[in-house]
């Protein structure tokens, strides 16, 4: 599929809506009335199970073959030093940074 | 501002005008948007978006998450259909945040939190959450003008990231890790006790498994799926039956000072 800017914008709509609707009901269902428990409970795992899907994609995937690949080693190594950083610092700034810093100098000696 | 620095626990000045006693508590988020914005702006560019369309993305969609997600997603061609789909999972975990604040919003008008709804994310919420719960005088007015000053710095930072890349050859491979960086903080972040750790690594595996069976992001959406009902009744059991469990241990962390305002996510 090639995009174009006409196209862009039609996914920026479909984006926003799909991005306002979690955000918007919740707190409009939930200010009038409780949360179910179960929903909170199924909910509170969705995200690191949904981060950890990604980084999985962006280290072990090849974004073509969709076949599972063990070579970036500047990324793994880099990985490692951000959840380091990331557990001592708790800074998202800083975790980014270090992290682009640390894959760039990798890059360079692993190659 | 740097006179404050040696005492920041100062009684705050009862005259300071509201705009500045709520931009003095947005001012770190609004800082570390900018690094993340650029990042975000050059990808943007590069996967074809032009300026204008990476501001309306930045004020429509505000999440670095997701605009990092359209940015890979667009470099590797996927179907619209596939990347709406993963943005809707990627947006879903919003319930979670939208509904932990819903009490400190009781009684707003629904305008009101339509506005309030369309300017949240991860990093705004987190301060807000912290302040509703130990600020007495914080209400939605404040905790709105936060989510405004943090929309702006990003969106212009995403703005300026699009011209740089228009400017320069950026090396993307590098660029692209800053997406991986990013989620790899947001687990750190989640991360409360042993449990948490076996279910990132469930996740793994099957996101691999899955998007190798399915060829296509759809194994991303698939796994999470599976992932996170393991957790849920992983969960579940062992409060049922071994309440003690050590896998229920919370984890402590350094940087204790700081966690406060990261560590309400989990509530």
Known sequence: MNWNSTQHFWLIILGFFVAFIPRFFPLMLFTKREIPEWFNEWMKFVPVALFTALVVKDIFIDSESYQFIFSKYSEMIAAVIVVVVAYRTRSMAISVIIGLISVFLLSMVIA | ?267
Request: hydrophobic share 50%; glycine share 6%; net charge positive.
């Open chain 2, 1 to 267: 501002m740097n006179k404050r620095r040696p005492n920041p626990k100062q009684v705050p000045d009862p005259d300071e005008p509201l705009w500045r006693s709520t931009l003095r508590v947005a001012m770190p988020l609004n800082l570390s948007y900018i690094p993340i914005g650029l990042a975000c702006g050059i990808l943007l560019h590069a996967a074809g978006f032009n300026t204008l369309l990476t501001g309306l993305v930045s004020l429509l969609i505000f999440s670095g998450g997701a605009q990092f997600l359209i940015a890979t997603m667009l470099t590797i061609n996927s179907p619209l259909l596939s990347i709406v789909l993963m943005l809707f999972f990627l947006e879903l975990r919003y319930a979670l945040l939208s509904s932990s604040l819903s009490p400190y919003l009781k009684g707003q008008s629904n305008r009101f939190l339509f506005i309030f709804a369309v300017s949240l994310n991860d990093e705004n919420y987190a301060i807000n959450y912290l302040k509703f719960a130990t600020d007495k005088k914080w209400t939605g007015k404040e905790a709105l003008m936060v989510e405004h000053y943090s929309l702006l710095f990003w969106a212009v930072s995403n703005v300026i990231g699009s011209l740089i890349g228009s400017a320069l050859k950026i090396d993307l491979g590098v660029v692209n890790f800053a997406l991986t960086a990013l989620f790899l903080y947001m687990i750190v972040m989640q991360i409360k006790n042993r449990l948490t750790i076996v279910i990132c690594l469930i996740s793994g595996v099957f996101a691999a498994l899955c998007m190798m069976l399915t060829k296509s992001t759809l194994g991303l959406v698939i796994s999470t799926i599976i992932a996170s009902l393991i957790g849920f009744f992983l969960e579940t059991t062992l409060k049922k039956h071994l309440p003690d469990s050590h896998w229920l241990w919370k984890l402590r962390s350094p940087g204790a000072k700081k966690s406060v305002v990261e560590n309400t996510e989990d509530n």
